[in-house]
């Protein structure tokens, strides 16, 4: 049984737009998947807009999920999906279009970093303080 993803880390973004993901996760995904991802627009309705990082293993199964999703829902995830993979030092470059769906950019590059069991969630600072303060 794979390990799962747990906790929330702060980075920044570099000019890049690329962040070093956790040790913590970066050890997971090489244990029990690989370097490969797909990073997509989050589906929930009920918070502000923020990426799902999923090991490409775990997408092939989220896509059944998808597949009974309504079909804006489905199609706000897919087209926004890339896969990504971890450079030699650990980093994830975050495609522009999904920074700026994030919030993430020139006026903010603070990134929380959120484990959520079976894939990783990629926030902005202030989205994730706001939604902390959510009841």
Do not use: H
């Not at 244990?31 to 997408?59: G, H, I, K, N, R």
């Not at 092939?60 to 030699?88: G, N, Q, T």
């Amino acid at each position: 049984m794979a390990q799962t993803f747990i906790g929330s880390y702060e980075y920044s973004l570099d000019a890049k737009g690329r962040f070093k993901v956790p040790a913590a996760y970066r050890e997971i995904l090489l244990q029990d998947y690989d370097y490969s991802l797909v990073v997509a627009t989050a589906v929930d309705p009920d918070a502000e807009t923020y990426l799902d990082c999923f090991p490409f293993a775990v997408w092939s199964s989220y896509e059944k999920d998808l597949l009974v999703m309504s079909k804006r829902e489905r199609r706000k995830a897919v087209a926004s999906a890339r896969e990504c993979a971890l450079d030699k030092q650990g980093r994830l470059l975050l495609p522009p279009t999904l920074r700026e769906q994030a919030g993430l950019g020139q006026e903010c590059n603070d990134v929380v970093v959120v484990g959520s069991l079976d894939r990783l969630e990629i926030w902005s600072r202030e989205r994730w303080l706001r939604e902390c303060e959510k009841d």
